[in-house]
């Protein structure tokens, strides 16, 4: 299966809309898509997994390197209303934790930051 990756802006938070399978094949298509976005400065991001069916580890790795490289730039990732299966494995690995993650793409977009520890 492929991957659609489309993205569009929210007041100052970047939303990428993903679709299909998120997997070692089509990983590096959201990277890339990820890297062009920091590099036009774009560090507030919220990923619409919505329309995710299948993730693995390589798909969360991606949104991993994200959150790093948005960290050192002062930014933030989101993660917005993944399926059953894909917030269950974002629960297993923990990363649910890590990466903030919200029912909605408007409560992830409208989110106030989380408190610092």
Do not use: W
């Amino acid at each position: 299966m492929s991957l659609t990756v489309q993205t569009a802006q929210h007041g100052d938070m970047v939303v990428v809309s993903v679709a299909g399978e998120l997997d070692m094949a089509t990983a590096p298509q959201l990277q890339d898509q990820i890297s062009d976005l920091l590099e036009k400065g774009r560090t507030r991001l919220v990923f619409d997994l919505a329309e995710v069916s299948f993730c693995d580890s390589t798909g969360l790795s991606v949104f991993v390197r994200a959150k790093n490289s948005t960290d050192d730039a002062g930014g933030v990732v989101r993660l917005a209303a993944p399926q059953r299966g894909v917030l269950r494995i974002l629960e297993v690995s923990g990363l649910v934790e890590v990466l903030h993650t919200y029912p909605t793409v408007d409560e992830a977009v409208t989110a106030e930051e989380p408190a610092l520890d």
